[in-house]
């Protein structure tokens, strides 16, 4: 479903629940995604892009700590043969042009971060909804998948020093279809993600 311009309120972010030390902090980028999640542990809801990723966890580790961030929520998938939910060993940012910055200034803005040890999927974050097949191919040369806040999320933790783990469920496959499957992909994926909660997080 398509919203007009007009008739759509701007995003507010939430926090469902309160940060406490003895428990980890679910961040998610959308209510769709978070819909079937309960009320076990606390839930962050930053909206999407790396901006609002960033700057609402921010916000929100500056008044508590938590045992660790878990972000889960959708991806696209770069690479046909992944599918289900995914846990991510690596992200890197794929429109930020690190090299260029590093040639001019001497110092690294974007490096990659290792979250696990364990091999798994590389994930891109972006400002942009990838939804373009020659996009898609010319990013599955770098990363098996795509979003739009992982690494946002992963820096931030990394600089509080929080650990941080990120899961996503494959939501479409970062082409001309992904804009119409992606809604209907999210609401599936919140009670994959609700079923991973209760599995994976004590």
């Avoid at 980890?24 to 990723?53: N, Q, S, Y």
């Avoid at 043969?81 to 890197?92: A, H, M, P, Q």
Wanted: negative net charge; hydrophobic residues 45%.
């Amino acid at each position: 479903m398509l919203f007009s311009p007009e008739a759509t309120p701007s995003f507010t972010p939430r926090l469902r629940g309160e940060i406490r030390p003895d428990r980890p902090l679910i961040v998610t980028a959308a209510e769709a995604e978070a819909a079937r999640f309960d009320d076990t542990f606390p839930v962050l809801i930053t909206g999407m892009g790396k901006v609002r990723a960033a700057m609402e966890l921010t916000l929100a580790l500056s008044s508590a700590r938590p045992r660790e961030i878990v972000n889960l929520g959708t991806a696209g998938a770069l690479k046909a043969s992944l599918s289900g939910l995914l846990e991510v060993s690596r992200v890197i940012q794929h429109d930020l042009p690190d090299e260029v910055l590093r040639r001019l200034s001497g110092v690294s803005y974007g490096r990659p971060l290792t979250l696990r040890p364990e091999t798994g999927p590389t994930l891109a974050t972006g400002d942009a909804f990838v939804a373009d097949g020659r996009v898609r191919d010319l990013l599955a040369e770098r990363a098996d998948l795509v979003d739009m806040e992982g690494y946002a999320i992963a820096s931030v933790a990394e600089r509080f020093g929080v650990p941080v783990r990120i899961v996503k469920y494959v939501s479409d496959r970062a082409d001309e279809t992904a804009e119409a499957a992606w809604p209907e992909a999210a609401a599936a994926a919140s009670g994959v993600l609700a079923c991973w909660i209760r599995d994976h997080l004590a």
